[in-house]
């Protein structure tokens, strides 16, 4: 109840290339509390990410490129996570949008997780997220690994927290 979700909100053109997108836009000025999140999630399966090597000595540099645009500018935030089950281990990011309503690329590059349990099959191996509003119990320091359930980087702006506001995204690859 805190945004609407739609394919192509907003009737804005995508960036070239690109045909759809996914728009979220905040419902009212929602204040997020210390342990919720709003936040536009993908769980990929573990077969699909256990060539990535995460939980070994051997696990690979990955980098995740999206196109975003907002009616907000500022620091947004999002995490990598294990599986949804174990939510232990976790890479909040962070992003710049530099001006409102204008499409941007944006790539993060991050270091495979020697640590931790990721799992290697049917189920839930990666999460990728992207952050709409994040409480403080929820967040972490942009760019690194940690042992916790971080779903955002500290300090993110939160586009629930403004009435109005959009947040769309396409073009997401890992």
Same mark, same amino acid.
């Given at each position: 109840s805190k945004f609407t979700v739609q394919q192509n909100a907003g009737s804005v053109t995508p960036p070239d290339g690109f045909t759809n997108y996914l728009g979220c836009t905040s419902s009212s000025a929602y204040t997020v509390g210390a342990s919720e999140v709003c936040m536009v999630r /993908? =769980?990929? @399966?573990? =077969?699909?990410? $256990? &060539?990535?090597? =995460? *939980?070994? %000595?051997n696990a690979k540099t990955v980098t995740l490129s999206f196109w975003v645009r907002s009616s907000l #500018? *500022?620091? =947004?935030? *999002? $995490?990598?996570q294990n &599986?949804? $089950?174990? !939510? &232990?281990r976790s890479y909040p990011f962070s992003?710049?949008?530099s001006s409102a309503n #204008?499409? @941007? /690329?944006?790539?993060? #590059?991050? $270091?495979g997780d020697t640590t931790g349990t990721w799992r290697k099959t049917t189920a839930d191996g990666l999460t990728v997220g992207f952050s709409l509003g994040a409480g403080s119990t929820l967040s972490g320091t942009a760019g690194a690994w940690a042992g916790t359930n971080y779903l955002s980087a500290t300090g993110a702006t939160s586009?629930? *927290?403004? !009435?109005? %506001?959009?947040f769309y995204i396409t073009g997401v690859q890992l």
């Amino acid at each position: 109840s805190k945004f609407t979700v739609q394919q192509n909100a907003g009737s804005v053109t995508p960036p070239d290339g690109f045909t759809n997108y996914l728009g979220c836009t905040s419902s009212s000025a929602y204040t997020v509390g210390a342990s919720e999140v709003c936040m536009v999630r /993908q =769980f990929i @399966e573990g =077969f699909n990410v $256990a &060539d990535l090597g =995460f *939980g070994t %000595a051997n696990a690979k540099t990955v980098t995740l490129s999206f196109w975003v645009r907002s009616s907000l #500018t *500022g620091t =947004f935030g *999002g $995490a990598l996570q294990n &599986d949804n $089950a174990l !939510s &232990d281990r976790s890479y909040p990011f962070s992003y710049t949008i530099s001006s409102a309503n #204008t499409w @941007e /690329q944006k790539t993060i #590059t991050v $270091a495979g997780d020697t640590t931790g349990t990721w799992r290697k099959t049917t189920a839930d191996g990666l999460t990728v997220g992207f952050s709409l509003g994040a409480g403080s119990t929820l967040s972490g320091t942009a760019g690194a690994w940690a042992g916790t359930n971080y779903l955002s980087a500290t300090g993110a702006t939160s586009v629930v *927290g403004t !009435s109005g %506001a959009t947040f769309y995204i396409t073009g997401v690859q890992l």
